[in-house]
């Protein structure tokens, strides 16, 4: 089986991915950490896709089919976080299911207003080093700027800087949005208030799931 996980970019899909998992030992799948794999071992995967990333645009629908297909499992019940983004990508992926004989859960939709996505996403920081993420308002690190847990040096992502994520935003706004439509026709849409502390919205998602 698989649970989506749909919201806009800083919605807090990929904390709440790692609290289903460790809660209830799914599967996690997230095209984000998969990209930035492929980015940082330079296949030609991650060259392809860097361009669009690095711009705040989507990776085209083919190579991110292309690399959901070669993980998704029909044996794991998994959670996809960042997956499908377009239209194509949402009938695509019903396709593939629906040949492995995967069945869909639901689909997980974190409601959060734009003036709270942007305070989120622009503050946020990652480790260039461990991937550890902070937050310079709601979880900063102990020393500014340095990770708490390895020491490395903590950054600004290209795609948080403000500019890139009013793009992003849009992005999202134009050719992901509609797939709450879609998904909401098949009866598979469930909304989350997706403000509050991660806990609060968490023990939402799990009432869901349960």
Excluded at 112 to 126: C, K
Aim: aromatic share 6%; hydrophobic share 35%; with cysteine.
């Amino acid at each position: 089986m698989i649970w989506l996980l749909f919201g806009a970019p800083g919605s807090g899909k990929g904390t709440q991915s790692k609290l289903i998992t460790q809660s209830f030992g799914f599967k996690h799948l997230s095209t984000g950490d998969m990209f930035r794999k492929h980015l940082k071992e330079e296949t030609e995967l991650g060259k392809k896709a860097k361009s669009f990333m690095d711009q705040g645009a989507l990776v085209p629908d083919n190579l991110v089919i292309e690399m959901v297909s070669s993980e998704l499992s029909s044996t794991e019940t998994t959670v996809l976080d960042g997956f499908p983004r377009t239209l194509e990508q949402g009938t695509a992926l019903s396709e593939l299911a629906e040949k492995r004989g995967i069945k869909t859960g639901g689909v997980i939709y974190l409601e959060v207003p734009e003036s709270e996505l942007v305070a989120r996403l622009s503050g946020r920081r990652v480790c260039k080093n461990c991937g550890h993420v902070a937050h310079t308002k709601f979880s900063p690190s102990k020393v500014e700027g340095v990770c708490d847990k390895c020491g490395s040096k903590m950054e600004l992502r290209k795609d948080d800087q403000l500019d890139v994520i009013e793009h992003r935003l849009s992005v999202y706004n134009d050719q992901t949005r509609p797939l709450m439509s879609f998904y909401e026709g098949r009866g598979l849409l469930k909304r989350v208030d997706g403000t509050g502390s991660s806990s609060e919205v968490f023990n939402k998602i799990k009432e869901i799931l349960q």
